[in-house]
């Protein structure tokens, strides 16, 4: 593609080369050669293998565990590019890292979010392109254009052809009060109705599951959430909805699988029947379970990334 005078190139550095290398097909391309690597002391280092002056770059690179290296990763190519005299860089995030820290929850505390954003901008990033941001607002700390793509189609479209005509007996659920917006708007997608899980959070990590506003007895429920990190709120929910609830089944569904700590073994011994999420974060052999199903998000990037390139509105992609 050639549209504007400037050539369209993609690259990855380390974190997600399986969806980097998907993007690249949808778009008919190659991934850019380069290599990152480590020195022998454990710094990062980048060698572009090609030229990318006057070139349009974008770099694919989920802030994924091990995620500072990652961040790195993505803040040394970003600036190698800047130097090579590449026209526009734009970093494709599909895990955006640190964006839970985005507001002071107690005194002296970092809002590591905006750091980053501070951090990206400054190495010479032109534009974001992320998908379901933790917080929408971390829009607002970039100086730059963010492009924030929704994840909730994907999943929902999956969903309704394992639902078909029986919606009637399936119940969406907020596992928590912080994503209540989002399961409803993603119950409006369905069709379903809707309930809460009201939770008390005693300290990080760990949650206590109090009670449910709805009705989900002798129903199929579906839990929506953006992120399964340890997994506790939502096998918690997953328990509460069916032993106390009265729900026959109990389905996950979530853009970002972290799946760090003990959440490996939450899910495999929990009443949670499947667990869809999105391929934003590389989830390791050693952790995929038999209840995980996962969508895969480079036809979406790849469409984005194309209209980015021709000067296009992305935000018409989701209406």
């Given at each position: 593609m050639?549209f504007h ?5 993609i ?8 969806i980097?290398?998907?993007?690249a097909?949808?778009l ?5 050669k380069?290599?990152?690597g480590?020195f022998?002391d454990?710094?990062?280092?980048v060698?572009?293998q ?7 770059c974008?770099?694919v ?9 990652h961040?790195m990763?993505?803040l040394?190519m970003?600036d ?6 590449a026209?526009r ?8 890292g ?7 929850t107690?005194?002296r505390d970092?809002i ?5 954003a ?6 010479g990033?032109?534009r974001?392109?992320t ?6 607002q ?21 969903l ?18 912080g994503?209540?917006?989002r399961?409803r708007?993603?119950a409006?997608?369905?069709?379903c109705?809707?309930?809460i899980?009201?939770?008390?959070r ?6 206590e599951?109090?009670?449910i506003?709805?009705n989900v ?6 839990l ?8 506790g709120?939502l096998c918690?929910?997953?328990?509460a909805?069916?032993?106390?609830g009265?729900?026959v089944?109990?389905y996950a569904?979530?853009t970002h699988?972290v ?6 073994e939450?899910?495999s ?9 999105l391929?934003t974060?590389?989830i390791?052999a050693?952790?995929?379970l038999?209840?995980?199903t996962i ?5 979406l ?7 980015i390139y ?9 209406i």
């Amino acid at each position: 593609m050639n549209f504007h005078g400037k050539d369209i190139k993609i690259f990855a550095a380390n974190s997600n080369n399986t969806i980097a290398t998907m993007i690249a097909k949808s778009l008919g391309l190659s991934i850019g050669k380069s290599e990152v690597g480590t020195f022998s002391d454990g710094e990062i280092y980048v060698s572009l293998q090609e030229s990318v002056r006057g070139s349009d770059c974008f770099i694919v690179q989920s802030t994924c565990a091990p995620v500072n290296d990652h961040v790195m990763e993505l803040l040394i190519m970003i600036d190698a590019m800047k130097r090579a005299s590449a026209a526009r860089i734009t970093a494709v995030i599909p895990y955006f890292g640190y964006a839970r820290q985005d507001r002071k929850t107690k005194a002296r505390d970092p809002i590591s979010a905006k750091l980053l954003a501070d951090l990206l901008t400054t190495a010479g990033t032109d534009r974001i392109l992320t998908i379901d941001l933790h917080a929408s607002q971390i829009q607002g700390f970039f100086n730059i254009p963010v492009d924030n793509l929704i994840g909730a189609p994907l999943l929902a479209s999956f969903l309704k052809n394992k639902i078909g005509s029986n919606f009637d007996e399936y119940v969406v659920v907020a596992p928590d009060l912080g994503s209540v917006t989002r399961a409803r708007n993603f119950a409006a997608r369905l069709a379903c109705p809707l309930a809460i899980i009201d939770k008390r959070r005693q300290e990080a990590n760990v949650c206590e599951v109090m009670n449910i506003i709805g009705n989900v007895r002798n129903k199929k429920v579906i839990l929506v959430d953006d992120i399964i990190d340890t997994a506790g709120t939502l096998c918690n929910a997953a328990e509460a909805v069916v032993k106390d609830g009265g729900a026959v089944e109990a389905y996950a569904c979530a853009t970002h699988a972290v799946i760090s700590g003990p959440s490996v073994e939450r899910i495999s011994k929990s009443l949670i029947n499947e667990v869809i999420v999105l391929d934003t974060i590389p989830i390791p052999a050693h952790k995929m379970l038999d209840k995980f199903t996962i969508l895969t998000t480079s036809d979406l990037f790849a469409e984005a990334i194309e209209r980015i390139y021709e000067n296009k509105s992305v935000s018409t992609m989701f209406i």
